[in-house]
């Protein structure tokens, strides 16, 4: 694979059930295929950094937020050994939907990523690399 050609990443944010008012708490997840494969017993490092782009009207009283994620991927490929870390750059765009009766501002607040290997429980090699970070998103209106 030609890691000039990094596939871009696949983002979906799932809100969390009892989460009614603002702050509305999300789970952020991106999955990521690797240039390399690698073993499940280390999983990649990866610290997301999370900012708004912004906020657009769509209709009346619907509006959504643009957000951005970006960070290193820092992992060791199989059979890589010592001193063979391989770093893959993440930077991407994903909305989020909101409804306000005005347009609103937001600010956003990360917890701790998990970082793992998608893989079945015979591999003991993977390129899929998924990261879940909890994402306190709080809207305000004018």
């Known amino acids: 694979m030609n890691c000039n050609m990094i596939q871009p990443a696949s983002i979906t944010v799932t809100p969390m059930l009892g989460s009614t008012t603002s702050p509305y708490d999300v789970l952020v997840n991106i999955t990521q295929r690797l240039c390399y494969p690698c073993c499940t017993a280390t999983p990649p490092v990866f610290d997301a950094k999370f900012s708004s782009k912004g906020v657009s009207q769509v209709a009346d009283g619907m509006y959504v937020a643009t957000l951005h994620v970006e960070g290193v991927i820092c992992y060791t490929p199989l059979g890589g050994g010592c001193g063979c870390t391989k770093m893959q750059p993440l930077s991407q765009d994903f ?11 937001i600010s956003l607040k990360k917890e701790a990523s998990i970082n793992s290997l998608a893989a079945t429980a015979c591999q003991q090699a993977s390129r899929t690399f998924v990261s879940e970070t909890p994402l306190a998103i709080t809207v305000a209106t004018a």
């Open 95 to 105: 909305t989020v939907p909101i409804a306000a009766a005005s347009m609103p501002s």
